[in-house]
């Protein structure tokens, strides 16, 4: 079946570093791709999404772009701040019944 | 504002007694669905509705019950919770899937412990 392989976490970075958090993915067909964010204590947010092959999901200085060759969507920004700190979920929309497949979400720490 | 509301937001229950999360949205969407979150499994599907009075198992229904009388609620039900339904729970809602990019909405949890 479908599914999603984050890497593991925690993440622990410095404010300005540079983030990337892996997710490949294993689907039939061309499934939707998103990341969605927990801060702490709160639900899930939509972070970006990609929708088709060589799309870009971009929001808040965070990119993901589908590659479809490599079957990945990989995390990236630039400059991370404390504020960041979050657990980010890989996700992928599943066949015609709008299942969301979640990896296993990566916690990202950011300190000063 | 446009949003997915849950209650209660916590609770502490014991085995067997009989429990209900309601699930809320203003938005009008046709699919709605629960998630359950547990560390290490990421958010797994416990139930979803395509619409009013239309609803199917997703992974783990195993423990759960569902009903959809009307479009803007989906409460889940858990008639004789056990410890292994302490967790996370997550309610979402979309529009009707349309080649597969609709966004789901969450609501801010409801975190349940079963003693």
Known sequence: GDSVTQMEGPVTLSEEAFLTINCTYTATGYPSLFWYVQYPGEGLQLLLKATKADDKGSNKGFEATYRKETTSFHLEKGSVQVSDSAVYFCALLSGGYNKLIFGAGTRLAVHP | ?115
């Open chain 2, 1 to 115: 504002e446009a949003q997915v509301t849950q209650n209660p937001r916590y609770l502490i229950t014991v085995t067997g007694k009989k429990l209900t999360v309601t699930c809320s949205q203003n938005m009008n969407h046709e699919y709605m669905s629960w998630y359950r979150q547990d560390p290490g499994l990421g958010l797994r599907q416990i139930y979803y509705s395509m619409n009013v009075e239309v609803t199917d198992k997703g992974d783990v229904p195993e423990g759960y019950k569902v009903s959809r009388k009307e479009k803007r609620n989906f409460p889940l039900i858990l008639e004789s919770p056990s410890p292994n339904q302490t967790s996370l729970y997550f309610c979402a809602s979309s529009k009707v899937p349309s080649g597969n990019q609709e966004t789901q909405y969450f609501g801010p949890g409801t975190r349940l412990l079963v003693l």
